[in-house]
């Protein structure tokens, strides 16, 4: 009878694909597993043999783990902010919500994974879903917190929805934000009269710092699907704009798909108009650049 031995197997590693922040990119990460059997010399010979040919057939460049350091000490159970602890932030209140800027962690994680929700809402069939939302929502939190540590002379507002609380009741922040956008404030390159514009722009050019070149752009605005149509999305709309006004902005770009007819009739409404001359990128990508002049 042949030797027995116990060896550990290692089972042939699983691709799959989550996006990386950034529209257009996407990285592949690696899901395996491992157990431990017992066989004799001849099984083992077997196995081995089977396990180098899928091993050829599967194997990938490894891929570095993403940076989830800064949501370890996330508190998830923490409570909604009262508005004692918010005197002096500007909001905007509107029947059951309040629309301001984000002010705690678990404020920018939520907001991080209502956007993982959305991206992801119409494409729940995939396999591994959960594993791609979890990813998506780990880096843009990190994103967005970095977008609104602001450099170069350029910022960014993480405004959130939240539901008022109610008496002698506090719901945690996860079941609190129900809606969020960026608000971003840039400048335009040199020779630039609108973002992304390369018709006069030099190849190399500096950035224009003086006031008419800074711009305010509103991206990321997501609403989560049990609360639309209570128009929460018109009132962030009208929070963002006012709040770029207020920051000495002149301009409000945004963009939108090309197919999306209601969410061009709702910018519509709010005064945002099309830029009629814009560069190919728009085109290939099938988005409109709108501005608002506030």
Same mark, same amino acid.
């Given at each position: 009878?042949?030797?027995?031995?116990?060896?550990?197997?290692?089972?042939?590693?699983?691709?799959?694909?989550?996006?990386?922040?950034?529209?257009?990119?996407? +990285?592949?990460?690696?899901?395996?597993?491992? #157990?431990?059997?017992?066989?004799?010399?001849?099984?083992?010979?077997?196995?081995?043999?089977?396990?180098? +040919?899928?091993?050829?057939?599967?194997?990938?460049?490894?891929?570095? +783990?993403?940076?989830?350091?800064?949501?370890?000490?996330?508190?998830?159970?923490?409570?909604?902010?009262?508005?004692?602890?918010?005197?002096?932030?500007?909001?905007?209140? @509107?029947?059951?919500?309040? =629309?301001?800027?984000?002010?705690?962690?678990?404020?920018?994680?939520?907001?991080? #994974?209502?956007?993982?929700?959305?991206? #992801?809402?119409?494409?729940?069939?995939?396999?591994?879903?959960?594993?791609?939302?979890?990813? @998506?929502?780990?880096?843009?939190?990190?994103? =967005?917190?970095?977008?609104? +540590?602001?450099?170069?002379?350029?910022?960014?507002?993480?405004?959130?929805?939240?539901?008022?609380?109610?008496?002698?009741?506090?719901?945690?922040?996860?079941?609190?934000?129900?809606?969020?956008?960026?608000?971003?404030?840039?400048?335009?390159?040199?020779?630039?009269?609108?973002?992304?514009?390369?018709?006069?722009?030099?190849?190399?050019?500096?950035?224009?710092?003086?006031?008419?070149?800074?711009?305010?752009?509103?991206?990321?605005?997501?609403?989560?699907?049990?609360?639309?149509?209570?128009?929460?999305?018109?009132?962030?709309?009208?929070?963002?704009?006012?709040?770029?006004?207020?920051?000495?902005?002149?301009?409000?770009?945004?963009?939108?798909?090309?197919?999306?007819?209601?969410?061009?009739?709702?910018?519509?409404?709010?005064?945002?108009?099309?830029?009629?001359?814009?560069?190919?990128?728009?085109?290939?990508?099938?988005?409109?650049?709108?501005?608002?002049?506030?």
């Amino acid at each position: 009878m042949p030797p027995m031995s116990t060896i550990s197997v290692h089972k042939p590693q699983l691709q799959s694909f989550f996006f990386n922040g950034d529209p257009g990119h996407y +990285k592949c990460r690696s899901i395996g597993a491992s #157990w431990t059997m017992t066989m004799d010399s001849k099984s083992f010979q077997t196995l081995n043999n089977k396990e180098e +040919k899928l091993s050829v057939l599967l194997s990938t460049p490894s891929v570095p +783990k993403v940076d989830t350091s800064r949501s370890s000490d996330l508190r998830f159970d923490r409570l909604q902010p009262s508005d004692q602890e918010l005197v002096g932030e500007n909001i905007l209140e @509107f029947g059951q919500f309040v =629309v301001r800027e984000a002010v705690l962690d678990e404020e920018y994680w939520t907001s991080a #994974w209502l956007r993982a929700e959305t991206h #992801w809402e119409n494409r729940t069939y995939e396999r591994y879903i959960d594993t791609y939302k979890r990813k @998506f929502a780990e880096q843009e939190y990190n994103a =967005v917190k970095r977008r609104c +540590k602001g450099q170069n002379g350029q910022s960014c507002q993480c405004v959130i929805t939240v539901r008022k609380p109610q008496k002698n009741l506090k719901r945690p922040i996860l079941k609190s934000v129900v809606a969020t956008l960026d608000l971003n404030f840039r400048y335009l390159l040199e020779g630039e009269t609108f973002p992304g514009e390369r018709v006069k722009a030099p190849l190399f050019c500096s950035i224009n710092r003086t006031p008419p070149g800074r711009y305010g752009y509103i991206a990321n605005l997501c609403v989560a699907k049990s609360v639309r149509r209570q128009g929460i999305a018109s009132n962030m709309l009208r929070f963002a704009v006012q709040s770029a006004k207020s920051n000495g902005v002149e301009q409000v770009y945004m963009h939108v798909d090309r197919n999306n007819r209601p969410a061009q009739m709702l910018y519509q409404r709010m005064g945002f108009e099309m830029v009629e001359m814009a560069n190919s990128e728009l085109s290939d990508e099938q988005t409109y650049l709108l501005r608002l002049q506030t």
